[in-house]
């Protein structure tokens, strides 16, 4: 692939353009997503020596970016809160994801405030300031942004009044008896899992929180395989529950590890396999709102 520019002597704007005349065009790639499990992030959010702390996923590193990022789309972080240490964030993006891992406590987002506590799914919009701050005793908590997709294109957070995703709350008791009718459902050849997404009014019936990012509790039975599929989203998972659960991404195994956060890049054929006497429990984050809106799921069997 050749580039020109024009010559230096042009104007100031044609001196920023440049020409390229490839073959292919679609060989173009981006540095990969890797496969990737957050271990030491998991180990050093689970101390209690290490206080009230942001600890970010970031995988800006293999992505090539110069900023954080755990997907293209993605930024999670693990928000460790000791109590009587609040902790005070704001994010650059366009809506704030919240999943309460252990503890109870409260945030304030503007004039919104929601009490949480464990098995908690809460959202406020974003480009405000945030605070957070357990009650009682230390509270882990799994933020998930879309950061990264506003830095791409140097973006700012919309104005709180237009901003898609509203301060919504999905307590625990709630999850937990919605799943009871995923549970009573017969076994189909369509199924991919026994999951639970949540979302709001405000995005229609894509089924995500925001436009890009959709959100969701998986589960599998004791003994209980998945059946192999790729899709175009990146998935990034948070293992909550469940003993000898392992993945299958493509030829690779990963062992999963509670607490921990892992990687499946996009199109690449995976499944989960539960060989534990527990039913597994798992919080999934993809980018699939992405590829729904431009008609380009990628979803297949094989």
Known sequence: MHT???????????????????????????????????????????????GTSEIPLD??????????????????RYLRLAF??????????????????????????????ITWGEGDLFCFPGGCTTQHAAAGDDALIFAITN?????????????PSQAILQTVHFPAEETARRFEAVFA???????SGRALLFSTAAVGECTNLLPTINVAINTLEPGGD?????????AVTLALKGEAVHS????????????????????????????????????????EGLHYYTRTPGFSWD
């Not at 995988?59 to 997907?71: F, G, W």
């Not at 964030?89 to 919104?112: F, H, L, P, Q, R």
């Open 248 to 287: 299958m991404i493509e030829d690779e195994r990963v062992d999963w590890s509670l607490g921990a956060a892992q990687i499946t890049p996009p199109a690449e054929l995976h499944a989960h396999h539960n060989r534990g006497s527990d039913r597994m429990v798992s919080l999934v984050v993809q980018d």
């Open 59 to 76: 995988s800006s590193d293999a992505l090539v970016l110069d900023y954080p990022a755990t997907t293209p789309m993605i930024l999670c």
């Open 84 to 113: 009587g240490a609040p902790l005070e964030t704001m994010y650059k993006a366009s809506g704030e994801i919240y999943y309460v891992m252990s503890g109870t406590g409260e945030s304030i987002n503007g004039d919104d405030r």
């Open 147 to 159: 950061e990264p997709q506003l830095s791409f294109e140097r973006l700012e957070p919309p104005k």
């Open 226 to 234: 998945q059946r192999p599929h790729r899709h175009n989203g990146v």
């Open 185 to 191: 459902r017969p076994k189909s050849g369509v199924e």
């Open 4 to 50: 020109a520019n024009t010559k230096p002597n042009g104007s100031l704007y044609a001196q920023r353009a440049q020409y390229y005349d490839p073959e292919n065009a679609f060989l173009f790639e981006w540095s990969p997503v890797p496969r990737r499990q957050f271990l030491a992030e998991r180990d050093q959010a689970m101390d209690p020596a290490t």
